[in-house]
T-cell receptor, first 111, second 112 residues
Framework: GQNIDQPTEMTATEGAIVQINCTYQ??????LFWYQQHAGEAPTFLSY????GLEEKGRFSSFLSRSKGYSYLLLKELQMKDSASYLC????????????FGAGTTVTVRA | NAGVTQTPKFQVLKTGQSMTLQCAQD?????MSWYRQDPGMGLRLIHY???????DQGEVPNGYNVSRSTTEDFPLRLLSAAPSQTSVYFC???????????FGDGTRLSIL
């Protein structure tokens, strides 16, 4: 299967910036997704990168470097409601475009 | 807007029992999938379907069956429940595998 690595936990202060890294190994990279999952709830889509560079969506940005097998999700102006797990998922065309998920990074925002 | 609906939300089974987890979507999505989520392991794909009448195995298919007789419904069957199948199960759908998936609220299943 895929090898997708994310840090397990991160803690930051309200109003600060946090960067969640994701590294992956795949033979047929075809896109990377970031999902947010609050405790006890379903994952919800945040962003999608298929080309190198930065995608910005309000307070959230996602970056991709295909040559390095690396992505990050940047959360700016952190709010308490941003406390959640953030899942990195990679689509692989050599595996019939199925998604493989990392274990997720739990972000805790402190006042 | 119902989106993806999963039932039941919670279930406790005894080892050896069988049961069906229901999943329905009203978005006319062709692609549907089932995942299980265990602590520290992320979401793992059990089975998926690219359209009515077509299903295929994911990473962890053993002990589970699926069928896709309509575009809307994609039930997951546990044939003979085992404690190792205790998990949270999510159903998801999208127009195609390349689109972001919409997830149901999950079924929390405990096998005693």
């Amino acid at each position: 299967g895929q090898n997708i690595d994310q840090p397990t936990e991160m803690t930051a202060t309200e109003g600060a910036i946090v960067q969640i890294n994701c590294t992956y190994q795949t033979s047929g990279f075809n896109g990377l997704f970031w999902y947010q999952q609050h405790a006890g709830e379903a994952p919800t889509f945040l962003s999608y990168n298929v080309l190198d560079g930065l995608e910005e969506k309000g307070r959230f940005s996602s970056f991709l470097s295909r040559s390095k097998g690396y992505s990050y999700l940047l959360l700016k102006e952190l709010q308490m409601k941003d406390s959640a797990s953030y899942l990195c998922a990679v689509r692989d065309q050599s595996r019939d475009y199925k998604l493989s998920f990392g274990a997720g990074t739990t972000v805790t925002v402190r006042a | 807007n119902a989106g993806v609906t999963q039932t039941p939300k919670f279930q406790v089974l005894k080892t050896g029992q069988s049961m069906t987890l229901q999943c329905a979507q009203d978005m006319n999505h062709e692609y549907m999938s089932w995942y299980r989520q265990d602590p520290g392991m992320g979401l793992r794909l059990i089975h998926y379907s690219v359209g009515a009448g077509i299903t295929d195995q994911g990473e962890v298919p053993n002990g589970y069956n699926v069928s896709r007789s309509t575009t809307e419904d994609f039930p997951l069957r546990l044939l003979s429940a085992a404690p190792s199948q205790t998990s949270v199960y999510f159903c998801a759908s999208s127009y195609n595998p390349g689109q972001p998936q919409h997830f149901g609220d999950g079924t929390r299943l405990s096998i005693l």
